[in-house]
């Protein structure tokens, strides 16, 4: 090779060399990093649905806790009121100075829960009042307040302005005693009550109201203000809670919702999806650096790692080759001893035909009562005998071609005759060892892609191998027939079987079954090479103590159809 040329060559095989060198390592950074890339990926999602869910189960929870402290808290200041009915007569209660202590006394039980108190007799009048408002000549007759705790005998009513134009949410009871109907009426504290509502979430991105059926705001929201229109509208009514996701200017929120005050109220919680998530968010930015600095460390091994192994490639390579180098020397001797065996293998078969074919001559020539019909005999003898000759020069030539890349002389074939004179060239043989040949080929069966002569050393092999099968005898069935676009030749017998085990390393080369000095273990080898060759398959099945079938799938040419009519 000139010098530019060796140069030119080296130079691209250090190119490839280097190629190789990172695309090893792309591979193992691409291996190594999915997983983790992977695993992070699915640990935010999985974590963050998982907190997601705990904190809607403690939102449930808490509020469900929550409309339980504000259910107490009203009907703590219903009970208020209606020991003070209870325990005062109208005339006691209405004397000068005695409403206001008895306001005084509520406010510094309820820290201040009141605004005003106000006796009101049946007909909406007011009898006494203590408060900031001016409300002493104000008449409540048609007030739907003062209507419900007539017919209920208490209400807590829903946020009102009324006389005083202020947002306001008043608690009654009707009392009546000695023949006297009167109401006893107190105006909560909005302030301590929005306080309340809200006392437990107050944490960012949450909020908490209440809102009646009407869809108003009953206390105040994180962006609103009371009896201003919420945008939950017509909720009906339902036992215990209800949670969903909404969409809320631009965020994702939580909602959790119960029925409270006789199912008047409707308390809302509601928290920010994205502070629910914001832990997890956290801890995957920590782990992200973490999961950097491995990053690095596994880029720095994985190249170290690589440059390593392809030093040691490159060592084990030229010992490698320094061996194969000695092992070629080694096949090659043994090759030859194959080689001698597959010849007297191939060769033996034609020639015993060939013996027995002379004999046969010699006895019809030697009989002197032998007629026309013997001499016809003879001479189907010797054309046998040609046959036998030809087959033999074709395996000398096959092997003079050995390591060769010639291709077998594939052509259109009919397989009737050659398989009829297969059969007749085998049957003697058979018959000295009683076993049975029968050929069944399907008339409908169109000529195949094979090489005429081929065709003949595997059907013979085959049948061979049959024989070794059948010490006892038995019987050969060669069947021919269509099978969609493919016509199935196959060989079966009745003999020993194969072992499930030898099944797969039927077709490898020297593996045979047959004892020591019976045989080499090529036959079935050659027989699958040479099928492959025309573009075929091969296939065994077997079954110990009733015989093996092997099938050739053979493929026919499209111009001819499966009637082989062209």
């Excluded at 005695?98 to 820290?111: G, I, M, P």
């Excluded at 070629?328 to 020639?351: Q, Y």
């Excluded at 030539?397 to 890349?405: A, I, T």
Aim: hydrophobic share 40%.
């Amino acid at each position: 090779m000139p010098d530019n040329d060796k140069r030119k060559f080296f130079d691209q095989f250090s190119r490839h060399y280097k190629s190789l060198k990172w695309r090893i390592v792309a591979v193992l950074l691409t291996a190594a990093l999915m997983p983790l890339l992977l695993s992070g990926f699915g640990s935010w999602i999985v974590f963050g649905d998982l907190l997601e869910q705990k904190s809607l189960e403690l939102m449930r929870r808490s509020v469900q806790h929550h409309a339980d402290v504000i259910e107490s808290h009203l009907i703590e200041r219903r009970h208020l009121l209606q020991t003070i009915s209870e325990n005062h007569g109208l005339a006691d209660i209405t004397r000068p100075g005695h409403l206001r202590e008895l306001f005084s006394n509520l406010n510094r039980v309820t820290d201040q829960g009141f605004v005003d108190l106000g006796i009101i007799d049946e007909d909406g009048n007011h009898l006494a009042y203590v408060g900031p408002y001016d409300l002493h000549d104000r008449n409540y007759r048609d007030a739907d307040w003062f209507r419900e705790v007539r017919v209920q005998g208490q209400y807590v009513s829903d946020v009102f302005l009324g006389y005083r134009q202020v947002p306001h949410c008043i608690i009654a009871v009707r009392v009546s005693r000695n023949g006297k109907v009167w109401v006893l009426r107190a105006t909560v504290n909005s302030a301590q009550f929005d306080e309340l509502v809200q006392s437990q979430f107050l944490s960012d991105g949450s909020d908490v109201f209440i809102i009646n059926r009407d869809g108003l705001y009953q206390t105040t929201p994180r962006e609103g203000n009371l009896l201003d229109s919420s945008s939950i509208h017509t909720v009906s009514p339902f036992a215990g809670l209800r949670d969903m996701r909404v969409d809320t200017n631009g965020s994702t929120m939580i909602r959790v919702m119960t029925w409270i005050n006789d199912n008047r109220w409707l308390l809302v919680v509601q928290q920010d999806l994205a502070a629910v998530r914001a832990p997890v968010n956290q801890a995957i930015a920590r782990g992200a650096y973490v999961e950097v600095a491995a990053v690095m460390i596994l880029i720095l091994t994985t190249i170290l790692a690589t440059w390593h192994l392809t030093h040691q490639i490159d060592r084990v390579t030229a010992e490698r080759e320094a061996l194969s180098r000695a092992f070629v020397r080694s096949a090659k001797l043994a090759s030859i001893g194959e080689l001698t065996t597959g010849l007297a293998h191939e060769i033996n078969n034609p020639l015993a035909i060939i013996s027995a074919e002379q004999t046969n001559i010699a006895d019809i020539l030697g009989d002197p009562k032998s007629g026309p019909a013997d001499h016809d005999q003879a001479l189907d003898s010797i054309q046998r005998c040609q046959n036998q000759v030809r087959r033999c020069a074709a395996i000398t030539q096959k092997l003079l071609q050995f390591g060769r890349s010639k291709e077998s002389h594939v052509e259109p074939t009919s397989l009737a005759p050659r398989l009829q004179e297969i059969k007749a060239l085998m049957d003697r043989q058979a018959s000295l060892r009683n076993i049975t040949i029968a050929v069944h080929i399907d008339d409908t069966i169109p000529r195949v892609m094979v090489d005429p002569i081929e065709i003949e050393q595997v059907m013979v092999n085959l049948i061979n191998n049959a024989f070794d099968a059948m010490p006892g005898g038995g019987e050969i069935t060669i069947r021919a027939y269509l099978d969609g676009n493919r016509v199935l030749l196959e060989v079966a017998d009745t003999g020993s079987g194969i072992p499930p085990e030898d099944l797969d390393r039927v077709f490898e080369p020297f593996f045979t079954t047959k004892p020591v000095g019976k045989g080499t273990g090529l036959g079935l080898s050659v027989c699958y090479g040479i099928v492959r060759s025309w573009g075929g398959e091969i296939e065994i099945s077997s079954q110990v103590g009733s015989g093996t079938a092997i099938r050739l799938i053979l493929a026919f040419p499209e111009h001819i159809n499966p009637e082989g009519r062209r």
